[in-house]
């Protein structure tokens, strides 16, 4: 595990976007990916002013989101396919068929999340997985308690991650209870790992991961078994 050092949220995002910029100019046709929240929002930004700049092209890049909350239809304002559509593809040159979320109003949501799997592997299989960390150490929605064998699945999400993500919404009601997210299985997975962490929030979270302590009940943990991961985090994090 590589841990670099970022001076604050901004360096941390600068750092990202620069590591994501040379993965792509490498290969062109990357499969990524990608979180929603507020970590990544400033690589993705970073990101688009880089394209529009620099002009590195994502016409040949695949995304993969992590999760998509359930009963949020694309449309919806708070569905995470708005969020990924204002915060990046917007600006992209991305293709659209290459995007891919779960959808969380598929009909048969268990039949949906193993189509999301399908999918997956018949790319080849995600070559960079970008993360973000929930303070009780959850990666994607994958909840303290997940098995570490959890392909995309349905999930129901605990109490302290609708209140964190409840700053999205009007009000703490609006937030969905369940949730499609790729699971641990999933993620490991990816060829390589790029985990970003940022804030005193996340500081026990991430003393926890880097502890080496790998067990369920710290879902986060599990990175200690992926052979490719980078961790950015900065000081207040730190
Ligand atoms: C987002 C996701 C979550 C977030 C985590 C941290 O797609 O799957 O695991 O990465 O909740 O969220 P922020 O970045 O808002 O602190």
Known sequence: MRIIEAIDYEHMSSLAARFLIDKIST?????????????????YKRLIE?????????????????????????????????????????????????????????LDLVEECKAYEERIEKTGGIDIQLLGMGSNGHIGFNEPGTSFEANTHLVELTQSTREANARFFNHIDDVPHEAITMGIATIMRSREILL?????????????????????????SVLNRHP???????????
């Not at 994502?58 to 999760?67: A, F, G, Q, R, S």
């Not at 919806?76 to 779960?102: A, G």
């Not at 980078?230 to 000081?235: E, F, L």
């Open 27 to 43: 290969n062109p046709e990357l499969v990524l990916g990608l979180a929603t929240g507020g970590t990544p929002r400033g690589t």
């Open 50 to 106: 880089d394209h529009r700049m620099n002009g590195t092209s994502y016409k040949e890049i695949t995304t993969y989101n992590l999760d998509e909350y359930v009963g949020f239809s694309p449309d919806n304002p708070n569905s995470y396919h708005t969020f990924m559509s204002e915060n990046l593809f917007s600006e992209l040159d991305i293709q659209k068929n290459n995007i891919h979320l779960p959808n969380g109003v598929a």
């Open 196 to 220: 970003l962490v940022s804030g005193e929030t996340k500081r026990s979270a991430l003393k926890e991961l880097l502890s080496g302590d790998v067990r369920e009940s710290f879902p986060a």
């Open 228 to 238: 490719h991961v980078t961790i950015i985090a900065d000081q207040k994090a730190l």
